[in-house]
T-cell receptor, first 116, second 108 residues
């Protein structure tokens, strides 16, 4: 299993500012994933972050708005840039199990972001 | 990833078995069926997965039809703490794409 710590757990931010969310894993993993969960909705995949390469973004998400860093195999950050009230969501990071194996994914407890 | 279809909500009496259906008629041969749940305000939690055989663990049982086009997650003795949104997901190995899931209400 993997234990994921996300910081901050919640924040209230002013529109136009940026927030960086940190995700720390207690073991080395190749693939990390960032999700957004808007109020009352399911989780939407933002991007896949592999160590040593640029993140791969899903349709509707761009690097300028959601820059991602992946400096090593246990850590990643997601920045929500130039925030607006529409960015108010829960942001979650996730890792999968053994590379190439059909194992379960693990999720952090999320960062609840409110933009005012 | 293959698309899945789940009922939007279900009720189950506490202590009874909760049977959550999932349709995945376009599943391909190398795709596994996974179930996760999300209890309010928490990150999703893995429950169980399978390829074609039925599976059981300490949380639940997974029944997959012989043609693999549908499956059922069974919580044998539902408790109030099982109230959550349950997601049925079909994927080969990597990222998870979530559908809308089934909101399960356990009734006292």
């Amino acid at each position: 299993s993997a234990v994921i710590s996300q910081k901050p757990s919640r924040d209230i931010c002013q529109r136009g500012t940026s927030l960086t969310i940190q995700c720390q894993v207690d073991s080395q993993v190749t693939m990390m994933f960032w999700y957004r969960q808007q109020p009352g909705q399911s989780l939407t995949l933002i991007a896949t972050a592999n160590q040593g390469s640029e993140a791969t973004y899903e349709s509707g998400f761009v690097i300028d708005k959601f820059p991602i860093s992946r400096p090593n195999l246990t850590f990643s950050t997601l920045t929500v840039s130039n925030m607006s009230p529409e960015d108010s969501s829960i942001y979650l990071c996730s890792v999968k199990g053994l590379d190439g194996e059909p194992t379960e994914a693990f999720f952090g407890q999320g960062t609840r972001l409110t933009v005012v | 990833d293959a698309k899945t279809t789940q009922p939007p909500s279900m009720d189950c009496a506490e202590g009874r078995a909760a049977n959550l259906p999932c349709n995945h008629s376009t599943i391909s041969g190398n795709e596994y069926v996974y179930w996760y749940r999300q209890i309010h305000s928490q990150g999703p939690q893995y429950i169980i997965h399978g390829l074609k055989n039925n599976e059981t663990n300490e949380m639940a049982s997974l029944i997959i039809t012989e043609d693999r086009k549908s499956s059922t997650l069974i919580l044998p003795h539902a408790t109030l703490r099982d109230t959550a949104v349950y997601y049925c997901i079909v994927r080969p190995y990597d990222q998870i794409i979530f559908g809308k899931g089934t909101r399960l209400h356990i009734l006292p």
